[in-house]
């Protein structure tokens, strides 16, 4: 992932709990990344949404709320996806770069 360590291996980031949109830029999902060790994210960086009736979208990190964590550290992502393209439910991942993610 950008700006720091990689992880080794993909993981499982968190859980969608809950999701909003933001008008004109995409969806933010709820809790958001709770980064392990020296792991870092960024904007770009290529996510693996498994959505709860099995399918799939590899998407990237279109935007971070650094200034508002969560209780746990969380940090909100924003994904340029409908909030109804990514139920609650959805498993978010992190993945190996790739060529041609949704921006």
Known sequence: MSGGVSPPMARKLFLVEETFTVQRRG??????LAPEDQERSGIGDPLRLLRPDGSELRVAIAGMDWFHPGPGGEIAILVALSKFEVPAGTE????????????
């Open 27 to 32: 969806t933010i999902l709820l809790p958001g």
């Open 92 to 103: 978010v991942w992190s993945v190996e770069a790739e060529p041609d993610l949704v921006p």
